[in-house]
């Protein structure tokens, strides 16, 4: 039988032309399937761009915000942030803040539209703040980067503008520092009366250590400093410390050195991640280790507590490996020890 003879018998057997009508139609399917994926895959590689920040980056808590000013209105999923503010009067205001909720967000920016998905891990947690990891992704059309920096710097300068004028603080949680309460209202240096000329020696100081950096340099000086204020409780050091951070536009990070669980390591840590153009606030450091003479049975009796040594303490202030750049106070209400 000839070949097209043959494959015209074939061709009319409805057996042959079901099965193989199928397997066609499978076959393509499958290619079309696979077609589209790898596709999709190209045009994500080369005309989108993503961009993830997690909850644990700087930029996370500022694009929450400039999301909140600027795409709370574009979307219709919304979950609530309920914040107080207490007054200088002692009134208390509440204020409400709505925040695009977990899932998927699409807002309009410079003319393009982004995607913004918001993912939560509910079996994965960020130990030092101990809420559930998140994370923000955004993908827009387009390969020009600049629009996702336009977007953050944009951000940034929202959530500095909040806080123009007032005084950040810190805390340490686990290895890193965490703003600590609403931003304060900057209190004049005026405002705090110390003996003699303390104040204004101490701030001219200050600004003639900002100002000098090359000076350290070149004649190879640790280029950081540190102050140690005295007295009985009550007469001014802290509200020296807060006022001299709102003339000088500085934040400050409080850390206190009887901490539970705070070693010569996390110290040292702490001290070189700390935000930049802040002051570093030791509180009672007399009150913040136990000789180096006590017993076993000293230490034990102290074990889980601050771990922190003095020979540890002067290495993270002055070490070889202390950080430059750095304003550190301290205050005691016993000088001699």
């Not at 208390?92 to 913004?116: A, C, E, M, Q």
């Not at 960020?126 to 559930?132: A, H, L, N, S, T």
Request: charged share 25%.
């Amino acid at each position: 039988m000839p070949f097209a003879d043959l494959i015209s018998s074939l061709s009319d057997n409805p057996y042959f032309g079901a099965g193989f009508g199928l397997f066609g139609v499978g076959a393509g399917a499958a290619m079309l399937r696979k077609g589209s994926q790898v596709g999709m895959i190209m045009f994500r590689r080369h005309y989108m761009m993503t961009l993830e920040v997690p909850c644990k980056d700087k930029s996370y808590q500022w694009l929450l915000q400039w999301i909140t000013k600027k795409g709370a209105k574009q979307t219709q999923h919304l979950s609530v942030e309920t914040t107080y503010r207490q007054h200088d009067s002692g009134k208390i205001t509440t204020n409400y803040d709505f925040i695009p909720s977990v899932g998927v967000h699409f807002l309009r920016y410079n003319k393009t539209w982004i995607r913004v998905e918001r993912n939560r891990e509910q079996h994965t947690t960020d130990f030092q703040m101990g809420v559930p990891w998140e994370t923000v992704t955004l993908t827009a059309l387009g390969r020009n980067k600049q629009l996702y920096f336009d977007m953050l710097e944009e951000a940034r300068q929202l959530a500095l503008r909040e806080n123009q004028g007032k005084t950040l603080m810190y805390t340490a949680a686990g290895s890193e520092w965490r703003q600590f309460g609403h931003p304060r209202r900057r209190r004049p240096l005026d405002s705090v009366v110390l003996d003699q000329d303390i104040s204004e020696r101490i701030l001219a100081d200050v600004n003639e250590f900002r100002r000098n950096p090359a000076w350290y340099q070149d004649r190879g000086i640790p280029y950081r400093r540190g102050y140690l204020l005295h007295g009985p409780p009550g007469c001014g050091k802290s509200s020296f410390i807060t006022a001299l951070a709102g003339e000088l536009g500085f934040s400050i990070c409080v850390l206190n050195l009887s901490e539970r669980g705070l070693s010569d390591d996390r110290l040292h840590h702490l001290l070189a991640v700390a935000p930049t153009e802040s002051i570093i606030l030791l509180e009672d450091v007399d009150a913040a280790f136990v000789s180096r003479e006590d017993t076993a049975q000293m230490r034990a009796a102290y074990e889980g507590l601050s771990r922190v040594t003095f020979s540890g303490l002067l290495n993270c202030l002055d070490g070889v490996a202390s950080t430059e750049a750095r304003i550190v106070f301290m205050t005691t209400n016993y000088l001699d020890r």
